[in-house]
């Protein structure tokens, strides 16, 4: 129970290897320091784990988490987050998620379910108003994605003689085969990254399927409705969310990425691919695009539909027409538009997918492990993929992830991941600020985890791509406030109307070359606020979020907590890590990020991360391994 | 002659994918392409803003308005905007 609204009152336990269902104690008070979504599964993981659990062990958790503004009617906020043990990387991870299955959670009348153990044969969960029915799933097990999804929609309306509204997720054949990178997928939306799927697989559960009549309780209906309204207004209005991406998705950014030097192209060797014009967000919407589709709730609608043998289905994120694209010298978009599919079919992730191939591409050309793969060679892709998820020859090894690969092989200092989790398509020699959050990002070499500097450096903004002063702050704070972002159970792409129009609209303008030159400048007034966000205790038109969660929860809510929210939940999920070995001696980049300057002739093209990761730690208040100390957890009421 | 390729919301706004322009200077393109813009679509509600609103890119490289044209140079016009 709870005496806030927004919420359920309930999280529970699922012990999968007795079928038995719990409440899991979870506090007003927690409520109130964790919000939700992401940061609650890093306080129950920090709670729970000891540091000896592995990815496949029974005592590894997932954690399935809303927020409280998830079925409020707030824009983009039917999302939902999945915490595990990532076997890819050994540490926490968490994978956030458009699909129906958050939603429909509430509708149950939950807000977050624990789960333990492992199911003694493959099972598939049906959840109705908080009641569980454990089925098997023998005759489920094998099949690809949709085909699951179609098979459990049918089961449901079968035995209710009526179309049956319900959310749900499963693994394909790659989480089944625990490969390290498979994805669970919700609808058409995947949670990708760090094998969160494998995790699924190694305790035989197939899928979940929530359904209910619970509405979720709102604090003021009044000013919540019109706030939301003022709200989705906003964003149709903004550059960004009102129309780059709706017009072009995330798939836009290629073009941009191109002309800074930061799209990664052959394996990271080089930030530019000289036929980008062919793999770009102008085609795919010119020759490609269907019709726009959304997660549910979301007036921006950034998903693109293609048709791929006959059939529509979700066309390719930015990250997979980089890595798929230039990434492995592919310029056939419509082989891109395929893999895509079947890499969804089979749920595995195609950013790890995509770049576990280009080093094996690259490992095979510089005679370390041959195994037919070349950059520009697209014949036996669709093969291989297909090879990963069913661990069949080489298959069985790529399905390891580019870590693992380049431990046994060799070959490390082209294995573009960082903490075994491999990058998004952003080249960051470009973008030095973005290198460092990759480095010190929490699940590994993520983009948004890492803060999503690029944003600043290159793309909306232009700040010096090349100097470190002032990013470790900046880098602080973004990476802060979108854990608070994530936590409400909304998309991120709703925080970036805090980007006033004019500064993206009018990039060559006075104002906005200003404001670019003077960013570098700000370090120090950013760590006044990250010191002491209590100077920001006021609501910030850009930022809408924090009236939402007063408005739809009854909780008090500012910038100032938002923020100190966002750097608590950073602040637990990197104590987690510390139970697993994490430090500073983990938070690095391939040695051809740091090391081989982008353009020979200019030595300033790398990424300066020791100088960055100092300054960072000290903005952070982490001692010199990178750990939060007792005191820093204390402060932050962690423990 | 200078190729000037276009990218963005820009391009699909005004279906102009690339011309070829026979041009001196960065700042000379601008005109010449709104006119085209217009030509095509005389109730356009693209402005001359919304192009100026883009990066200009010369042989892969960043360049001003004020930057010189030669024979054969390819010119890219991107938005600025992003979000990934
Ligand atoms: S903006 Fe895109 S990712 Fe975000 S909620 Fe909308 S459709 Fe989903």
Redesign the interface.
């Known amino acids: 129970m709870t005496k806030y609204s927004g919420y359920m009152g309930k999280v529970l336990m699922v012990d999968l290897s007795k079928s038995l269902i719990s409440e899991y104690p979870w506090s007003d008070e927690d409520r109130e320091l964790y919000i939700g979504a992401k940061a609650m599964a890093s306080k129950i993981m920090f709670d729970n784990f000891t540091g000896k659990e592995t990815a496949f062990s029974e005592d590894n958790l997932i954690i399935v988490s809303t927020g409280p503004l998830t079925g409020t009617g707030a824009p983009c906020s039917n999302r939902f987050n999945i915490s595990t043990l990532s076997p890819l990387t050994g540490i926490t991870t968490s994978s956030n998620c458009g699909g129906n299955f958050g939603y429909y959670l509430k509708k149950a009348g939950i807000d977050a379910l624990v789960i333990r153990g492992k199911c003694p044969v493959p099972t598939w969960i049906e959840i109705k108003n908080d009641k569980f029915f454990f089925h098997e799933a023998g005759d489920l097990w094998g099949m690809k994605v949709s085909q699951s999804q179609e098979e459990l929609q049918r089961r449901m309306n079968e035995a209710r003689k009526c179309r049956v509204k319900c959310g749900m997720l499963s693994i394909g054949p790659a989480g089944e085969n625990m490969v390290k990178y498979a994805a669970v997928i919700s609808g058409e939306r995947a949670a990708g990254r760090a094998g969160v799927g494998a995790v699924f697989g190694s305790k035989n559960l197939k899928a979940m399927v929530a359904t209910g009549n619970h509405e979720v309780p709102v604090f003021d209906p009044e000013k919540t409705t019109k706030l939301y309204q003022k709200w989705t207004e906003t964003l149709r209005k903004h550059?960004?969310?009102g129309?780059?991406?709706p017009?072009?998705g995330?798939a836009?950014?290629v073009?941009?990425m191109?002309?800074?030097g930061i799209l990664s192209t052959r394996n990271y060797a080089y930030g530019?691919y000289e036929h980008f014009?062919k793999v770009?967000g102008?085609v795919l919407?010119?020759d490609y695009n269907i019709v726009n589709k959304g997660c549910m709730s979301c007036p921006i609608k950034c998903a693109r539909t293609v048709n791929v043998e006959g059939q529509e289905v979700k066309g390719p994120?930015?990250?997979t027409l980089g890595l798929l694209g230039g990434g492995i010298m592919n310029d056939n978009l419509e082989l891109i538009l395929k893999w895509n599919y079947e890499l969804d079919e089979l749920g595995m992730d195609t950013i790890s997918a995509a770049s576990t191939l280009a080093w094996a591409m690259e490992a095979n050309e510089q005679g370390l492990w041959k195994n037919g793969l070349s950059f520009g060679k697209t014949a036996n892709i669709s093969k291989t993929f297909e090879n990963i998820a069913y661990r069949r020859g080489i298959g069985n090894e790529l399905a390891e992830g580019s870590r693992w690969l380049s431990e046994k092989y060799g070959g490390k200092d082209f294995a573009i991941q960082s903490k075994g989790l491999e990058l998004?398509a952003?080249e960051p020699r470009r973008s030095v600020g973005q290198g460092l959050g990759y480095a010190v990002s929490n699940r590994g070499g993520c983009?948004l985890n890492g803060g999503y500097l690029?944003?600043v450096e290159?793309?909306?903004l232009?700040a010096d791509p090349q100097t470190p002063h002032a990013k470790a702050d900046l880098c602080m704070l973004m990476q802060d406030l979108m854990e608070s972002v994530s936590m409400t159970g909304q998309c991120l792409?709703t925080s970036?109307a805090v980007f006033p129009s004019f500064l993206?609209?009018?990039?060559?303008s006075v104002v906005t070359k200003t404001v670019n030159k003077v960013i570098p400048f700000l370090g120090p007034v950013v760590r006044i606020l990250n010191k002491f966000p209590g100077i920001a205790s006021f609501h910030l038109f850009l930022l809408p979020h924090t009236k939402a969660i007063e408005y739809a929860t009854g909780m008090k809510c500012n910038l100032a907590r938002f923020i100190r929210a966002g750097e608590r939940s950073y602040n637990v999920e990197r104590a987690v890590n510390a139970k697993f070995g994490v430090s500073a001696a983990m938070d690095t980049l391939p040695k051809r990020l740091t090391n081989v300057p982008q353009d020979p002739k200019d030595p300033s093209t790398k990424v300066p991360l020791e100088v960055m990761k100092k300054v960072y730690y000290e903005a952070r208040g982490w001692d010199k391994n990178g750990l939060p100390t007792e005191e820093k957890l204390r402060k932050m009421k962690i423990i | 002659m200078v190729t000037v390729k276009l990218f963005g919301t820009f391009r699909l706004d005004s279906g102009i994918k690339e011309m070829s322009l026979d041009v001196s200077s960065v700042k000379d393109i601008f005109p010449i392409i709104m006119d085209e813009v217009k030509r095509r679509d005389p109730q356009t509600a693209l402005t001359m803003k919304d192009l100026k609103g883009c990066i200009v890119s010369l042989n892969g490289k960043q360049v001003g308005m004020k930057a010189q044209l030669q024979d054969g140079d390819t010119l890219f016009l991107v938005p600025a905007v992003a979000g990934g």
């Open positions: 550059p960004l969310t129309n780059q991406l017009k072009m995330t836009g950014l073009s941009p191109q002309m800074r530019q014009d770009s102008e919407a010119e994120e930015l990250e998004a952003y983009h690029v944003i290159n793309l909306g232009n792409f970036y993206i609209s009018k990039p060559n």
